[in-house]
């Protein structure tokens, strides 16, 4: 279901020839390109689209290309775009001054295709080498904070749970005992839920999860996961229905729409009061499912909306019940429904609620 991006390339010249020429080269490689005329209209450009890699003329009126590079290169949003000088000007000062606006490399006018297109190709090539190096800084940096924060706690609170029903066995009732194994039951149950999204969030930032999708029924799903989360929604005394009708049917990776659905049914029961109720429903839409997990909980401020789907960013917030998660969840979700041609969104509203509205294609032969 996905498909490759092509690197973007924008060119800045201020002779149409040149941009003609340079965007030629680049396109009939299987780049994608943008080309401008002058410096302004660049940075603006550039500050929208964040190509992968910027071709850069000098001599132009009104900003030259120094200006242009020294620009982006004090900017955090622009600083790590490569930038390759391209120009008349061939003496050693100037490539000395190139070099200490930022650039990463100078060709020389009049230039050769080839030149042109392989060190255009060996820069994009090292760019995207710098950016999993980052991913996977990133990658290890958050799975240690989550091992020494999210994990180790629910760990401690079992062993110290586990030695006062084992060591002062006489101390408790059985009222008192049941109560305590509940708890350690959907402890455990919460450990092993926040392990599965911690490694799946990893395997995906690096790559390794791949979409394969197969025809399969929503219901016999659904009331897996149902009967999966049912002792967490009877803890909170929340009722959950699924309105989903047998008949449905979709195209989708089937471990990854597992972890969809148990992602956002957990959520939702997670930020729903004691006796409130949790709601799926489908419906036909286009050549797509409608799926809308639905709950009567605290609801999400308009202002922190935004930040639920930045995994880099580890926002989080406890549940009805102290409820703690990773932040990784909701990242996954948007990421995994993606990667199965879907979309999703949300509807909230503080004190009323919240509606996760995502897609799932249909097989391409079937009509619903």
Same mark, same amino acid.
């Given at each position: 279901? @996905?498909?490759?991006?092509?690197?973007?390339?924008?060119?800045?010249?201020?002779?149409?020839?040149?941009?003609?020429?340079?965007?030629?080269? +680049?396109?009939?490689? &299987?780049?994608?390109?943008?080309?401008?005329?002058?410096?302004?209209?660049?940075?603006?450009?550039?500050?929208?689209?964040?190509?992968?890699?910027?071709?850069?003329?000098?001599?132009?009126?009104?900003?030259?290309?120094?200006?242009?590079?020294?620009?982006?290169?004090?900017?955090?949003?622009? /600083?790590?775009?490569?930038?390759?000088?391209?120009?008349?000007?061939?003496?050693?000062?100037?490539?000395?001054?190139?070099? @200490?606006?930022?650039?990463? /490399?100078?060709?020389?006018?009049?230039?050769?295709?080839?030149?042109?297109?392989?060190?255009?190709?060996?820069?994009?090539?090292?760019?995207?080498?710098?950016?999993?190096?980052?991913?996977?800084?990133?990658?290890?940096?958050?799975?240690?904070?989550?091992?020494?924060? /999210? +994990?180790?706690?629910?760990?401690? %609170?079992?062993?110290?749970?586990? @030695?006062?029903?084992?060591?002062?066995?006489?101390?408790?009732? %059985?009222?008192?005992?049941?109560?305590?194994?509940?708890?350690?039951? +959907? %402890?455990?149950?919460?450990?092993?839920?926040?392990?599965?999204? $911690?490694?799946?969030?990893?395997?995906?930032?690096?790559?390794?999860?791949?979409?394969?999708?197969?025809?399969?029924?929503?219901?016999?799903?659904?009331?897996?996961?149902?009967?999966?989360?049912?002792?967490?929604?009877?803890?909170?005394?929340?009722?959950?229905?699924?309105?989903?009708? /047998?008949?449905?049917?979709?195209?989708?990776?089937?471990?990854?729409?597992?972890?969809?659905?148990?992602?956002?049914?957990?959520?939702?029961?997670?930020?729903?009061?004691?006796?409130?109720?949790?709601?799926?429903?489908?419906?036909?839409?286009?050549?797509?499912? @409608?799926?809308?997990?639905?709950?009567?909980?605290? &609801?999400?401020?308009?202002?922190?909306?935004?930040?639920?789907?930045? %995994?880099?960013?580890?926002?989080?917030?406890?549940?009805?019940?102290?409820?703690?998660?990773?932040?990784?969840?909701?990242?996954?979700?948007?990421?995994?429904?993606?990667?199965? &041609?879907?979309?999703?969104?949300?509807?909230?509203?503080?004190?009323?609620?919240?509606?996760?509205?995502?897609?799932?294609?249909?097989?391409?032969? $079937?009509?619903?």
């Amino acid at each position: 279901m @996905e498909t490759k991006k092509a690197p973007s390339v924008i060119v800045v010249d201020d002779n149409t020839n040149n941009l003609h020429v340079l965007a030629n080269i +680049l396109r009939n490689n &299987g780049l994608k390109v943008a080309t401008v005329k002058d410096g302004f209209k660049a940075l603006k450009f550039i500050k929208q689209k964040k190509p992968d890699l910027i071709l850069l003329d000098i001599m132009m009126p009104e900003m030259d290309g120094y200006e242009v590079c020294k620009r982006l290169k004090n900017n955090p949003d622009t /600083d790590d775009i490569p930038i390759i000088f391209i120009t008349a000007l061939n003496n050693t000062e100037d490539k000395i001054k190139a070099f @200490e606006h930022g650039c990463v /490399d100078y060709i020389a006018k009049p230039f050769r295709k080839e030149e042109v297109f392989a060190r255009v190709i060996a820069h994009l090539n090292l760019r995207q080498a710098q950016k999993q190096l980052k991913i996977s800084n990133a990658t290890k940096d958050k799975l240690f904070s989550i091992i020494a924060h /999210d +994990l180790r706690g629910p760990i401690s %609170s079992l062993s110290g749970m586990l @030695e006062m029903v084992t060591i002062n066995p006489g101390f408790l009732d %059985s009222a008192d005992r049941l109560e305590i194994l509940n708890e350690m039951k +959907l %402890s455990a149950q919460n450990t092993y839920h926040l392990l599965e999204n $911690l490694l799946s969030w990893a395997k995906n930032q690096q790559g390794y999860i791949r979409c394969q999708p197969e025809n399969f029924y929503l219901s016999p799903m659904l009331e897996k996961i149902i009967r999966l989360l049912s002792s967490v929604a009877k803890q909170k005394n929340i009722s959950m229905y699924s309105k989903v009708s /047998d008949h449905f049917r979709v195209f989708a990776d089937v471990d990854l729409m597992m972890t969809v659905f148990r992602n956002l049914i957990s959520n939702a029961l997670k930020f729903t009061r004691d006796s409130g109720e949790v709601t799926i429903s489908a419906k036909p839409y286009g050549s797509f499912v @409608e799926i809308t997990i639905s709950d009567t909980g605290v &609801g999400i401020s308009e202002n922190l909306l935004h930040k639920l789907f930045r %995994s880099e960013e580890a926002f989080s917030t406890y549940g009805t019940r102290n409820e703690k998660g990773s932040g990784l969840g909701l990242s996954l979700c948007k990421e995994f429904i993606e990667k199965n &041609g879907g979309h999703l969104r949300i509807e909230s509203q503080l004190e009323q609620g919240s509606r996760f509205i995502f897609t799932i294609p249909t097989p391409p032969t $079937l009509e619903l």
